[in-house]
């Protein structure tokens, strides 16, 4: 027997193999807590595939924002209430280039924010200053449109228009900026078979119309500036 070896006695071998036992079920234990967290893991994995953020700013290689997604986003130089809830798109001065939201941000018109009437589903674009150029929206009353604009956003200059409760439908063309009247062209159509062109003056001023009902023959009421009253010039059989 070596000189630093103890005789092995009855309760050494009991704590030896006490301790052997031990062993196994620690060993054991942390198997099953691996197995465990692994199992936890990949089920959190699982769930990760959804992102839940309140927003997301992408930035160029020069750290400027340039497209963002938030709810409501947070676009430089307007409220929460004047962004809108979507995604946008900015120049590389911060400026708003397009946007995509439920509502759609507050419009910029040659240079200033102004509210938007009536908040709608859609998408806008505009110029490299941020300057509204045009747009498609489905308001809350119903209505539908895609519009453009003249430079700066001063004036809608074209839009497709479809009233609430498919009341009626068609072209609208404005002025130009500097002209009084707004709708210089239209092209709509109704409830009830009618259809109706009409030709308008800078002023304002009616110049002809074209409309039938549907039923009886059409009219083309051309306007007298002599006798200010409209004519059919249609000819009657």
Known sequence: MPVNEAPETPALETLRREFIRY?????????LGATLLLGAWTAQQRQDQVIRVRGIIVEDSLG?????????????????????????VLSPTGALQTALGAPT???????????RLGGSAGFVIADPEGNERGG?????????????DYAKGVKEAACLVAFANDQMAGLVVNGLP????????????????WAQMKIA??????????????TD??????????TKTYKDVLPRE
């Open 201 to 214: 003056a800078p002023t304002g001023q009616e110049s002809a119309i074209l409309r039938s009902t549907g």
């Open 23 to 31: 062993r196994r079920r620690s060993l054991a234990i942390q198997c």
């Open 136 to 148: 498609m929206g489905a308001f809350p009353d119903g209505r539908a449109n895609v519009c453009l």
């Open 105 to 115: 941000p507050a419009p910029m018109v040659n240079g200033a924010l102004v509210n």
């Open 178 to 193: 500097g002209e009084k009247a707004f709708d210089r062209v239209t092209a709509l159509v109704g409830k009830g078979g």
């Open 64 to 88: 400027r924002p340039r497209i963002m997604i938030g709810a409501p986003l947070n676009l430089p130089g307007r409220t929460a209430a004047q962004s809108g809830d979507g995604i946008a």
């Open 217 to 226: 023959r059409a009219q083309l009421m051309v306007y007298d500036s002599t």
